[in-house]
């Protein structure tokens, strides 16, 4: 669990990007982040595995207060995947760069090579074991950055703008690997503008402007609040969209499915044939 | 009159063991709005590296057939001749910006065509206010964020007012809203301007309302080339993995359960909601 309890940040170069925050994400919890450029939320989620402590106020993780603790007894709990995976990736060959931290954290030479297979599986690598990172393509560079953070199997998983360059059917993908992530009972954050994979993901979603939280609540709820949205430069999603033109035909805003709008849709058209 | 044309291109890599791109044969017509689209690695970047003769001047393997810019030959004409005609916007801003500031990156195509220096001040200041970051002209363009990054990428191709912008994955940092502002202003000056435009993108739902012609790309062929409703109202485009708009998927929903909702296929959330009212409003 991860408790905020009214933090501010600034950074050394003075720049205030957190006014207040205050938060609970509970163990098992599926969440996006949104908000536009420079809101905060990459700041925010850097103080959930303590890369940044907070300037005042309090973070807790299971209990224990970042400030007490280090980064890396912390990365055991809370696995963060970073936006470019070039900023992550290093290692010589995809299976060494995943191997990188399981030493690190005393695995055995067993385990190391048994987390390595599950996690390569698990991302469909295998076939890239012994090639270099960089020879992969920008969509498999993010997967294997993914890789050696599952691989240690953290119980909280934060992934910043996972969809960024990913295709239709990548992200696609990448959902289902949330879902099964959220079977697992592990607690899921992702930072995304993708408002279109948040509809489809439905999580609680948490919008952020100027250092602020502004919204928090279910995916539904907060997708259809266009003044909320619009504060975070966000668009409504398309489905939501629709539907708020559509008040004249009795039906309620807050659709962010497309299979429940077609159903909604064609029972209004279906009423009117009989 | 043609802008862009390939006859049966094809491009292996240096050290690559299958072609990226296959008996490619486009024509992209002046003033349209191109939309490139498919799924990872199917060879849309490669194809647009034809475009202005990255290759085959800078990346050096194997091309066959043939491709042309304006009529002119582009494995004959240097890239810097192309640049003339031709603006690209990569991926990654980051491999793109060099200069100190913001303005002087922006400024730096125009003080190579030899400008006067109140033409470039006009057309500089013209793209930062158009891209919304006049603001920061003077900061270093390393230490902005992504999106702004991107801003820069695409201000500085816009100052040079190319006949053709190709623009690969533009905005994909910029949060929703400014992604949006962007493309307005890039449908504006291909309105306005005449200006050909080429995009690529995934994200078919802020985009495709603006493009008149599609081309979908797998495995490095052409699956799918032609007019933009036609072509995403077809169930073998969403086959391939394309994510068509919401929108228009609703509408392909809704009329294969045999709603009558007229035979233009929407293309963003205001279209299809207009059909809809149109369709249910006497109900």
């Known amino acids: 669990m991860i408790e905020i309890e009214d933090v501010h940040f600034r950074y050394p170069g003075g ?44 973070v807790r993780v299971d209990n224990t207060e970042t400030t007490k603790t280090s980064v890396a007894s912390l990365s ?78 953290p119980q909280m998983l934060i992934l910043d703008e996972p969809t960024i360059g990913q295709d239709h059917e990548q992200k696609e993908r990448l959902r289902q690997f949330i879902v099964q992530l959220q079977t697992q009972g592990k607690t899921v954050v992702i930072v995304t503008h993708d408002v279109e994979f948040v509809a489809e993901c439905n999580p609680r979603v948490i919008l952020m402007r100027e250092g602020k939280i502004i919204a928090d609540g279910k995916g539904k709820e907060i997708l259809t609040n266009r003044d909320a949205l619009t504060q975070s430069s966000i668009i409504l999603p398309q489905i939501a969209q629709i539907f708020t033109h559509l008040t004249a035909l009795g039906l309620a805003k807050n659709v962010i499915d497309i299979y429940e709008a077609k159903e909604k849709l064609l029972r209004v058209w279906r009423k009117a044939e009989e | 009159m043609v802008a862009i044309e390939t006859r049966n291109l094809t491009y292996t890599y240096p050290g690559g063991t299958k072609p990226s791109i296959s008996d490619v044969s486009i024509k992209i017509e002046k003033g349209d709005f191109v939309l490139i689209t498919g799924p990872s690695g199917c060879g849309k970047t490669t194809l647009c590296r034809c475009f202005n003769g990255l290759i085959p001047h800078f990346y050096q393997g194997e091309l066959k057939g043939e491709a042309f810019l304006l009529g002119k030959d582009v494995t004959k004409i240097q890239t810097h001749e192309l640049a003339k005609n031709v603006g690209l916007v990569f991926q990654n801003p980051e491999n793109q910006l060099f200069a100190l500031s913001i303005e002087k990156d922006v400024a730096f195509g125009l003080e190579n065509l030899g400008f006067s220096r109140e033409e470039m001040r006009k057309r500089v200041d013209w793209a930062l206010n158009l891209t919304g970051i006049y603001d920061i002209r003077e900061r270093s363009p390393h230490e902005v964020s992504g999106g702004q990054q991107q801003r820069v990428a695409i201000a500085a191709v816009l100052a040079m007012q190319p006949e053709i912008i190709v623009l690969d994955e533009p ?10 502002k962007i493309f307005e202003v890039i449908c504006e000056l291909n309105k306005n301007l005449g200006i050909t435009v080429v995009l690529v993108e995934h994200r078919l739902d802020l985009t495709a309302k603006y493009a008149n012609h599609i081309i979908i790309m797998d495995e490095g062929k052409v699956c799918s080339d032609g007019e933009t409703r036609t072509i995403l109202s077809l169930e ?16 392909n929903l809704l009329t294969r359960e045999g709603m009558r909702l007229g035979n233009v296929t929407p293309l963003s959330s205001d279209e299809m909601a207009e059909l809809l009212l149109e369709a249910l409003k006497d109900r």
């Not at chain 1, 925050?21 to 098992?28: F, P």
């Not at chain 1, 969440?31 to 850097?46: E, P, R, W, Y």
């Not at chain 1, 048994?114 to 560079?141: C, D, H, V």
């Open chain 1, 76 to 153: 055991k709990t809370v696995g963060f995947v970073f936006q470019n995976p070039d900023h992550q990736l290093f290692s010589e060959t995809v299976e060494e760069e995943i191997a990188f931290a399981l030493k690190n954290f005393g695995f055995t030479e067993e385990a190391i090579g048994k987390q390595i297979t599950w996690a390569l599986n698990l991302l469909s690598l295998a076939q890239y074991r012994k090639t270099s990172p960089f020879m992969l393509s920008g969509g498999e560079r993010k997967r294997v950055a993914l890789a050696s953070v599952l691989a240690w199997d």
């Open chain 1, 15 to 58: 720049v205030e990007a957190l006014k207040g925050v205050t938060l609970t994400i509970r163990d098992g919890e599926f969440v996006a982040i949104m908000g536009q450029n420079g809101a905060g939320k990459t700041t925010l989620v850097k103080h959930f595995n303590g890369l940044l402590k907070p300037s005042t106020g309090k």
């Open chain 2, 171 to 180: 905005t994909s940092f910029l949060d929703p809203l400014s992604a949006q």
């Open chain 2, 236 to 251: 073998e485009t969403r086959l391939i993995g394309v994510g068509i708009p919401k929108a228009t998927l609703l509408y």
